[in-house]
């Protein structure tokens, strides 16, 4: 380490001496050149050069002729010669033809008016009956009859005597009730009970549909007509509460 910290030191004298050499060198060599004196050599004037002169030729000059004058011409235009126009006579007042009124198209004939329809006749309403079915129930059974447990009764409930049911099935059979008893002496039983003075049973009935209507002892409908179906896989009864209204 120390020696190479020697030579840093040698290398940085001699890169310093080298330096005082050059600049002691150069001022010598400065001091030769300002102490001589500067000679002039003459130099020998050169002879004048003679100038030579060239004549011009004469050069040919193309003479153009002059351009045309141009002359107008003017068109005199046409003159219009004046049209006299001959005024037409005026009519005399009072000769004026009058223009004969067109005549009026000839007015349409009427249409006569259509008669007026008649009206229909108003049909007689049907008579009110005496009786209004004021309950129908229908409930289930296992019996093969058609049974139908009615009730004929007046305004108080009270079971009136005298009165029959008359149906009539689909296929035209026709069957009749008893008369009506002034007490309660239908009454269904079993598992849902309803009271009556009549039982209208048809034995073994077809498949179809009744029709029932109640009537007078003369037997006049006094109630409007209701329809029951009935079908042997589908068993029901039914039962019919007729009101006396008027």
């Not at 000679?39 to 004469?58: G, H, K, N």
């Not at 009124?101 to 007026?116: I, K, W």
């Not at 049974?147 to 108080?156: K, L, P």
């Not at 048809?202 to 209701?226: E, K, M, T, Y």
């Amino acid at each position: 380490m120390k020696n190479k910290h020697i030579l840093i030191i040698i290398g940085i004298a001699l890169l310093i001496g080298a330096c005082l050499f050059v600049v002691v060198s150069s001022g010598g060599i400065l001091w030769m050149l300002s102490s001589q004196p500067l000679a002039v050599t003459p130099t020998a004037a050169l002879p004048p050069t003679p100038v030579s002169y060239v004549t011009p030729e004469a050069t040919a000059t193309a003479t153009l002729p002059p351009p045309p004058t141009f002359t107008p011409t003017f068109t005199p235009l046409p003159t219009e010669t004046p049209t006299l126009v001959v005024p037409s006579p005026t009519p005399a007042p009072g000769n004026t033809p009058t223009a004969a009124p067109s005549p009026l198209p000839p007015t349409d004939t009427p249409v006569p008016a259509l008669p007026t329809p008649t009206p229909p006749p108003t049909e007689t309403p049907a008579p009110a009956f005496s009786f209004e079915a004021a309950e129908v129930d229908t409930f289930p059974t296992n019996h093969l009859d058609f049974d139908v447990y009615i009730a004929v009764v007046d305004a108080n409930n009270t079971p009136l005597n005298g009165y029959k049911v008359v149906g009539v099935h689909n296929s035209g059979l026709r069957a009749e009730s008893a008369p009506s008893a002034g007490d309660w002496t239908e009454n269904s039983g079993a598992m849902y009970y309803k009271a009556g003075n009549i039982k209208y049973q048809v034995a073994n009935s077809p498949g179809g549909v009744w029709q029932l209507q109640l009537v007078d002892g003369a037997g006049v409908a006094v109630a409007a007509p209701l329809d029951f179906p009935f079908a042997q896989d589908d068993l029901k009864w039914y039962f019919v509460l007729y009101k006396r209204v008027n």
